[in-house]
C-alpha cells in the first residue's frame, strides 16, 4: 500500500508510549535539584520551578518525538528490541509525529521565555533556543551527533549541568558548589538512562550505522560505564553533606541504583534491559527529592 493510502493505527496509548515515561525522571530530577539548590541559598521560587519544570518536560517529550520520527524515517528502528516506535513500527503518520516534536518544543520556547525575563535573564533564551537544536539534531539533520557517539555527552550538559544549573539561577540569581554536585550527579544518572537504553540497542544500531558511545565503547566497557555514572551519586552525597549533613539521607537511592547495576552487569540482553531505564530513573528521582528536601530543612 502506497504512504499516501496507508492507514495509521496509533491509539492514545501509543502516543503516550511513544512520549516514553519512563524518561520523564529525566525532566522532573534536575528541577528538584535545582530548587533544592536554589532553597540552600534561601531563595527557592515556586513559581519559577514550575515553569522550569513544564520546559524540561515538555523539551524531554519533544527529543523522544523527534528520535521517533528520525530514527523511523532511517530505517533505524526497522529491528529494535525496544517498545514498538510510532514511525518505524507504522503506527503513526511521519509527519504527525514530527508535528508532535515541533509542538512540545514551542511549549518549552514560551515556557522557557517566561521564564528567563520573570527572573531578568535575558539571555537565557538563547541557552533554550541552544537546547531545543540540541534536542532535535541528536538524531534529526544529515549528521546527528547522536549517531557518532555524543548522546550521553549532551543528556549530561543538557538534561545535568543547563537543566540542573538553570533552574538555580532563575531562582536564586546564581549558582552554587552544591548546586554544581547536584548538576554532575543528576547528570551522571541521566547519561546512564540513555546508555543503558544505548545498550540494549547496540546489535541493531551497529547493523544500521547508528554510531552511539555504547557501540564505540563495546558491551563491556559500556556496561562498566554505566555503573560508574550511575553509582558517582554516591560520593556527591557526601560532598553535599558538608552543606546539609541531611543530605547523606539521599543514599537511599542506593539500593535502587544497585539493582539497575545488577541487572546490567549480569549480562542482560534485549528486552531483560528495558526495565534498567525505569530502575535507573527512579533512583536518580528518589536522588535529586531526597537531597532537595535534606537542602530545604536545614
Not at 123 to 150: E, M, Q, S
Not at 177 to 197: D, P, Q
Request: with cysteine; charged share 10%; net charge positive.
Amino acid at each position: 500500500m502506497s504512504a499516501a493510502g496507508k492507514k495509521y493505527s496509533a491509539t492514545r496509548a501509543d502516543w503516550i508510549e511513544g512520549a516514553r515515561p519512563h524518561t520523564w525522571a529525566n525532566a522532573f530530577a534536575p528541577v528538584v535539584a535545582g530548587t533544592g539548590a536554589a532553597a540552600s541559598l534561601g531563595q527557592a521560587h515556586l513559581g519559577r520551578a514550575l515553569l522550569a519544570l513544564i520546559v524540561a518536560w515538555a523539551l524531554i517529550i519533544g527529543v523522544n518525538f523527534a528520535n521517533d520520527f528520525s530514527d523511523g524515517i532511517r530505517g533505524t528502528d526497522d529491528d529494535r528490541s525496544g517498545p514498538q516506535r510510532l514511525t518505524g513500527g507504522g503506527l503513526a503518520k511521519p509527519a504527525h509525529v514530527k508535528y508532535a516534536a515541533f509542538g512540545c518544543f514551542a511549549v518549552a520556547g514560551a515556557a522557557g521565555i517566561i521564564l528567563s525575563l520573570w527572573a531578568g535573564a535575558w539571555w537565557f533564551i538563547l541557552v533554550g533556543a541552544l537546547c531545543i537544536a540540541g534536542a532535535w539534531f541528536y538524531t534529526g539533520g544529515k549528521n546527528p551527533y547522536g549517531y557518532r557517539g555524543l548522546g550521553e555527552v549532551a543528556v549530561f550538559i543538557f538534561f545535568g549541568l543547563v537543566a540542573v544549573l538553570g533552574t538555580e539561577f532563575t531562582q536564586a540569581g546564581r549558582i552554587s558548589w552544591t548546586g554544581l554536585a547536584l548538576a554532575v550527579g543528576v547528570g551522571a544518572m541521566s547519561s546512564a538512562v540513555n546508555l543503558a537504553n544505548n545498550i540494549r540497542d547496540i546489535p541493531s544500531d551497529a547493523a544500521t550505522g547508528k554510531i552511539t558511545l555504547a557501540v564505540t565503547l563495546g558491551n563491556e566497557r559500556a556496561r562498566l560505564l554505566f555503573t560508574v555514572l550511575l553509582l558517582l551519586p554516591v560520593l556527591l552525597t557526601i560532598g553535599i553533606a558538608f552543606d546539609s549533613w541531611l543530605a547523606l539521607l539521599g543514599l537511599v537511592y542506593f539500593p535502587f541504583a544497585l539493582g539497575a547495576v545488577r541487572t546490567v552487569n549480569r549480562g542482560a540482553q534485549g528486552r531483560e534491559l528495558i526495565p534498567v531505564l525505569g530502575m535507573a530513573g527512579r533512583a536518580m528521582l528518589i536522588w535529586a527529592v531526597v537531597v532537595a528536601i535534606a537542602l530545604v530543612i536545614v
